[in-house]
């Protein structure tokens, strides 16, 4: 039976947060700790020809200057698109190739982070430069071939000219989204020391178990030797999920120093040396009835990718599973440049691709005269449209006429431009939002006290959203604790299987395997009390007796606490290990995640499909003369199952709409393309919403119950609260100004030039 949660406990390591007590793995220093430094290319495309280090080696407390020729015992992974655990196949410093701007071409060591830099600077790199583009051409995109993770990358159900030529009414529209980068708070940085053949490394990541099993791997040791801590996360957004060449160097200069070795990397390097948001094209085709009934859909989205990877983050395996139609077709396409090798950030494979797709909705809505709710509302399905199998649980029109009701969306103007305040012009848009339920093998260590206390260890990452307190909350309901009874252990790679924190898998998951364990302890005690000669339980039937709430309860209403049960015992504890196997999940699905690989079942299993769903509804003002566009109102109302924490969830779906803002009216990477490079490379310039473009925000959370997802009935919110956002500030624009923008951001060049 499923634990009654306290949704609305406190995170628990909220103290040491906002008091500078939490320890992240930029703040240790080993004893004799020394600091490196990148020097990055000045280049795109080229080749390393001289290196001059005479100044940087006179520099005071430089100690060590390695090179491409210098550094030993320097090793490489596998990228992630190619099956490994790296960020890239590239890796930078194994020979004089440049592929991209801004990749690594020195390492300096100094005694202080400032001497290590003060070098980094004074080393002076000539080059032979090649022709390079830092842009894609969408009209030399291809679809991945076979053997490649081309599985559904192309689909066709039905006959789409013939849908289209059955329409009433039809819509043909590109948007394109540009480059963006994730910007954590917390700096990328990497501390390696060895000691014989065994290495510990603290690194901020996303998944402490990919890194133990890479860097075994690659230096031929078992993962025993090798420790990753991460216990704390300052943000990831999809940025710290893999191996990274600034990490592998790291380790590599501190084994050839024998010393501790402290890389933190500096704000523009994060633009190059990890992943990004790689800029695509969304070209959508859609005809309906006169009804409103979808006869054709179609989707090929255009994505740009490295020379050396093929980055796919399917969008359209998402969006072909929103809406009812008989006519589809899907292309997931990719098209080089030269960059860095891309990809997750929050989202990705949802964020770009929905603002297209629920822009494209409502611009069929505006010609068929249509309420664009309506239009959802007609094609609203309970059937996954292209699998085949019925969704687990499906409240997206639940959700729309939640978020309708309270933001007043049956007062808005039926007419475009109809809506004023003064010299603003007011509209109302809606999308659709929608994130689909991963769910991975994981472990969990509980020890249960007599005393009334709890332990819960696994390798599982808090990066900001509360895993600890989440963790913590469902040990103590279902075990009878107060949540500040309940210690957990996270962040390191030799404690139980956890799956990477990606995907907003780790609460329906990781929970699922710590609800395990509880079940376990108590049946354990369960066999032990009722063989005793006194006791409330005493001489019933095992398997008779429930556990809820921390309570054990007879067949005749006998009842027990846990905690007294336990105490009876003369060890006076219990400790197993549970574990989170979804029927769905095939036995290579469940060895991917033990090896640090990402073995999810879902959304699509032979049974249902799994999503969350969510609808956002905008209302925005843009100024009649300066074009200024303004968020005023954005209500979003959202089901996902079990809510844990109902504080955390909140401040997921808000941060999640807030950074939809962003996305729709400011954030981009810009660039120059004669250079190869990005420009706007820190967080004074790379645009972000501040409190004066945050007004009205709510945020609804549906009850909606899911027995299939996995035993705690979660789905995974981290990334839902994104999805729509951009959309339905697109639509609202459009409703008020009569113009339909296709280009994030959304801004007064884009108004001025429509």
Request: hydrophobic letters at 40%; proline letters at 5%; one cysteine or more.
């Given at each position: 039976?499923?634990?009654?949660?306290?949704?609305?406990?406190?995170?628990?390591?909220?103290?040491?947060?906002?008091?500078?007590?939490?320890?992240?793995?930029?703040?240790?220093?080993?004893?004799?700790?020394?600091?490196?430094?990148?020097?990055?290319?000045?280049?795109?495309?080229?080749?390393?020809?001289s290196?001059?280090?005479?100044a940087?080696?006179?520099?005071?407390?430089?100690?060590?200057?390695?090179t491409?020729?210098?550094?030993?015992?320097?090793?490489?992974?596998?990228?992630?698109?190619?099956?490994?655990?790296?960020?890239?196949?590239?890796?930078?410093?194994?020979?004089?190739?440049?592929?991209?701007?801004?990749?690594?071409?020195?390492y300096?060591?100094?005694?202080?982070?400032?001497?290590?830099?003060?070098?980094?600077?004074?080393?002076?790199?000539?080059?032979?430069?090649?022709?390079?583009?830092?842009?894609?051409?969408?009209?030399?995109?291809?679809?991945?071939?076979?053997?490649?993770?081309?599985?559904?990358?192309?689909?066709?159900?039905?006959?789409?000219?013939?849908?289209?030529?059955?329409?009433?009414?039809?819509?043909?529209?590109?948007?394109?989204?540009p480059?963006?980068?994730?910007?954590?708070?917390?700096?990328?940085?990497?501390?390696?020391?060895?000691?014989?053949?065994?290495?510990?490394?603290?690194?901020?990541?996303?998944?402490?178990?990919?890194?133990?099993?890479?860097?075994?791997?690659?230096?031929?040791?078992?993962?025993?030797?090798?420790?990753?801590?991460?216990?704390f996360?300052?943000?990831?957004?999809?940025?710290?999920?893999g191996?990274?060449?600034?990490?592998?160097?790291?380790?590599?200069?501190?084994?050839?120093?024998?010393?501790?070795?402290?890389?933190?990397?500096?704000?523009?390097?994060?633009?190059?040396?990890?992943?990004?948001?790689?800029?695509?094209?969304q070209?959508?085709?859609?005809?309906?009835?006169?009804?409103?009934?979808?006869?054709?859909?179609?989707?090929?989205?255009?994505?740009?990718?490295?020379?050396?990877?093929?980055?796919?983050?399917?969008?359209?395996?998402?969006?072909?599973?929103?809406?009812?139609?008989?006519?589809?077709?899907?292309?997931?396409?990719?098209?080089?440049?030269?960059?860095?090798?891309?990809?997750?950030?929050?989202?990705?494979?949802?964020?770009?691709?929905?603002?297209?797709?629920e822009?494209?909705?409502?611009?069929?809505?505006?010609?068929?005269?249509?309420?664009?709710?309506?239009?959802?509302?007609?094609?609203?399905?309970?059937?996954?449209?292209?699998?085949?199998?019925?969704?687990?649980?499906?409240?997206?029109?639940?959700?729309?006429?939640?978020?309708?009701?309270?933001?007043?969306?049956?007062?808005?103007?039926?007419?475009?431009?109809?809506?004023?305040?003064?010299?603003?012009?007011?509209?109302?848009?809606?999308?659709?939002?929608?994130?689909?339920?991963?769910?991975?093998?994981?472990?969990?260590?509980?020890?249960?006290?007599?005393n009334?206390?709890?332990?819960?260890?696994?390798?599982?990452?808090?990066?900001?959203?509360?895993?600890?307190?989440?963790?913590?909350?469902?040990?103590?309901?279902?075990?009878?604790?107060?949540?500040?009874?309940?210690?957990?252990?996270?962040?390191?790679?030799?404690?139980?299987?956890?799956?990477?924190?990606?995907?907003?898998?780790?609460?329906?998951?990781?929970?699922?395997?710590?609800?395990?364990?509880?079940?376990?302890?108590?049946?354990?005690?369960?066999?032990?009390?009722?063989?005793?000669?006194?006791?409330?339980?005493?001489?019933?039937?095992?398997?008779?007796i429930?556990?809820?709430?921390?309570?054990?309860?007879?067949?005749?209403?006998?009842?027990?606490?846990?905690r007294?049960?336990?105490?009876?015992?003369?060890?006076?504890?219990?400790?197993?290990?549970?574990?989170?196997?979804?029927?769905?999940?095939?036995?290579?699905?469940?060895?991917?995640?033990?090896?640090?690989?990402?073995?999810?079942?879902?959304?699509?299993?032979?049974?249902?499909?799994?999503?969350?769903?969510?609808?956002?509804?905008?209302?925005?003002?843009?100024?009649?003369?300066?074009?200024?566009?303004?968020?005023?109102?954005?209500?979003?109302?959202?089901?996902?199952?079990?809510?844990?924490?109902?504080?955390?969830?909140?401040?997921?779906?808000?941060?999640?709409?807030?950074?939809?803002?962003?996305?729709?009216?400011?954030?981009?990477?810009?660039?120059?393309?004669?250079r190869?490079?990005?420009?706007?490379?820190?967080?004074?310039?790379?645009?972000?919403?501040?409190?004066?473009?945050?007004r009205?925000?709510?945020?609804?959370?549906?009850?909606?119950?899911?027995?299939?997802?996995?035993?705690?009935?979660?789905?995974?919110?981290?990334?839902?609260?994104?999805?729509?956002?951009?959309?339905?500030?697109?639509?609202?624009?459009?409703?008020?100004?009569?113009?339909?923008?296709?280009?994030?951001?959304?801004?007064?060049p884009?108004?001025?030039?429509?």
């Amino acid at each position: 039976m499923v634990q009654t949660l306290n949704t609305e406990v406190t995170r628990t390591d909220a103290r040491r947060k906002v008091t500078g007590t939490a320890t992240y793995a930029g703040d240790v220093m080993p004893a004799g700790m020394l600091h490196g430094a990148l020097v990055c290319s000045a280049i795109a495309v080229g080749t390393v020809t001289s290196i001059d280090m005479s100044a940087a080696e006179a520099e005071p407390g430089v100690v060590a200057i390695y090179t491409h020729q210098t550094l030993p015992d320097y090793k490489s992974v596998k990228g992630l698109y190619a099956g490994g655990p790296g960020s890239a196949s590239f890796w930078p410093m194994e020979g004089p190739e440049v592929k991209y701007a801004g990749q690594p071409v020195v390492y300096v060591v100094g005694e202080t982070a400032a001497s290590a830099r003060r070098g980094a600077a004074l080393v002076n790199v000539t080059y032979d430069t090649a022709p390079h583009a830092i842009h894609m051409d969408a009209s030399e995109s291809f679809v991945v071939g076979a053997g490649e993770g081309s599985e559904g990358m192309v689909l066709t159900k039905g006959d789409m000219d013939a849908g289209m030529g059955a329409a009433a009414q039809t819509v043909d529209m590109t948007f394109t989204t540009p480059f963006q980068h994730h910007n954590p708070m917390e700096m990328f940085s990497a501390t390696a020391e060895w000691r014989g053949d065994r290495l510990t490394l603290w690194m901020p990541s996303q998944s402490v178990r990919t890194l133990r099993a890479g860097i075994a791997g690659a230096y031929g040791l078992p993962e025993t030797s090798i420790r990753v801590i991460s216990p704390f996360v300052g943000g990831a957004f999809g940025s710290k999920a893999g191996i990274t060449p600034y990490a592998m160097l790291t380790i590599a200069a501190a084994k050839a120093l024998g010393t501790p070795i402290r890389l933190i990397v500096t704000r523009p390097q994060m633009y190059t040396i990890a992943t990004f948001r790689p800029e695509t094209e969304q070209k959508f085709r859609l005809g309906a009835s006169a009804d409103g009934k979808l006869t054709a859909f179609e989707h090929i989205e255009i994505a740009q990718t490295s020379k050396f990877d093929n980055v796919v983050n399917p969008g359209t395996h998402i969006t072909r599973a929103m809406y009812a139609c008989p006519n589809i077709h899907t292309q997931q396409r990719l098209a080089r440049s030269d960059t860095n090798t891309g990809g997750f950030m929050r989202a990705p494979n949802e964020m770009g691709p929905f603002f297209g797709m629920e822009s494209a909705m409502d611009e069929l809505a505006w010609k068929l005269g249509m309420d664009p709710v309506e239009l959802r509302r007609a094609n609203d399905t309970r059937i996954h449209p292209t699998e085949g199998v019925p969704f687990s649980s499906r409240s997206l029109m639940e959700s729309y006429d939640a978020v309708a009701e309270g933001f007043g969306w049956a007062d808005r103007g039926r007419e475009v431009g109809s809506m004023t305040d003064g010299d603003w012009m007011v509209g109302y848009g809606c999308a659709t939002a929608t994130y689909p339920t991963n769910i991975l093998a994981s472990n969990a260590r509980v020890r249960m006290q007599g005393n009334g206390t709890a332990y819960v260890e696994l390798a599982a990452h808090d990066v900001g959203t509360g895993t600890y307190t989440i963790m913590a909350q469902v040990a103590a309901a279902q075990l009878g604790l107060p949540v500040e009874a309940v210690d957990v252990v996270m962040g390191e790679a030799d404690l139980p299987v956890a799956p990477l924190a990606g995907g907003s898998c780790t609460a329906a998951s990781a929970g699922s395997a710590v609800h395990d364990a509880c079940n376990k302890i108590a049946a354990q005690v369960v066999q032990r009390v009722v063989a005793m000669p006194d006791g409330p339980l005493s001489g019933l039937e095992a398997s008779a007796i429930a556990l809820a709430d921390g309570t054990l309860t007879g067949p005749n209403g006998e009842t027990q606490s846990l905690r007294e049960a336990l105490s009876m015992l003369p060890e006076g504890e219990v400790e197993v290990v549970g574990e989170f196997r979804h029927k769905a999940m095939t036995p290579q699905m469940v060895a991917a995640t033990f090896a640090g690989g990402y073995g999810t079942a879902g959304p699509v299993t032979p049974e249902f499909a799994m999503f969350a769903f969510g609808a956002e509804m905008a209302e925005v003002h843009v100024h009649r003369y300066t074009h200024e566009i303004r968020v005023q109102r954005l209500h979003g109302a959202f089901a996902a199952g079990t809510w844990l924490n109902r504080k955390t969830a909140h401040s997921q779906l808000l941060g999640g709409m807030v950074w939809g803002i962003g996305s729709a009216l400011h954030e981009k990477t810009e660039t120059d393309a004669p250079r190869g490079r990005f420009l706007n490379a820190n967080i004074a310039e790379y645009l972000v919403p501040v409190n004066a473009d945050v007004r009205e925000i709510r945020v609804q959370m549906l009850e909606e119950q899911d027995e299939y997802v996995n035993p705690l009935g979660v789905k995974g919110i981290g990334e839902l609260g994104i999805v729509g956002t951009a959309a339905a500030i697109g639509n609202a624009v459009y409703h008020a100004t009569g113009k339909r923008l296709t280009t994030l951001p959304m801004q007064i060049p884009s108004l001025l030039s429509t």
